[in-house]
């Protein structure tokens, strides 16, 4: 069974700087494409960053493009959303997922395995 666990979440002031990580278990990490997502009260989940199981293909959803950055450690199992000049407007519950040879999509229904979630909250 695989498992995924987030953390590094929290409350922060705008402007300043998050990294979250994801360390996964029971299966074959480096064999998996990875995404993070986050949902915010009362709106959808909405896809943050995916990257392919190889990392041939990043995606950065619009509003995130150039403030966060994707990336994993095979070595340890993890993969990392480096989130910079965070805004009011990026509070919500992130949560990382995982497909076996995933090509690094934004549709949450391509996932097999999600994480519990972490709260990060920006205040002005």
């Known amino acids: 069974q695989v498992q995924l666990v987030e953390s590094g979440g929290g409350s922060v002031q705008a402007g300043n700087s998050l990294r979250l990580s994801c360390v996964a278990s029971g299966g074959t990490f480096s064999r998996f494409a990875m995404g993070w997502f986050r949902q915010a009260p009362g709106k959808e989940r909405e896809s943050v960053a995916a990257?392919?199981?190889?990392?041939?293909?990043?995606y950065y959803s619009d509003s995130v493009k150039g403030r966060f950055s994707i990336s994993r450690d095979n070595a340890n199992n993890t993969v990392y959303l480096q989130m910079n000049s965070l805004k009011p407007e990026d509070t919500a519950v992130y949560y990382c997922?995982?497909?076996?040879?995933?090509?690094?999509?934004?549709?949450?229904?391509?996932?097999?395995?999600w994480g519990q979630g972490t709260q990060v909250t920006v205040s002005s």
């Open positions: 990257m392919s199981w190889n990392a041939d293909n990043i």
């Open positions: 997922a995982a497909v076996p040879y995933g090509s690094g999509s934004r549709w949450e229904h391509h996932y097999n395995y």
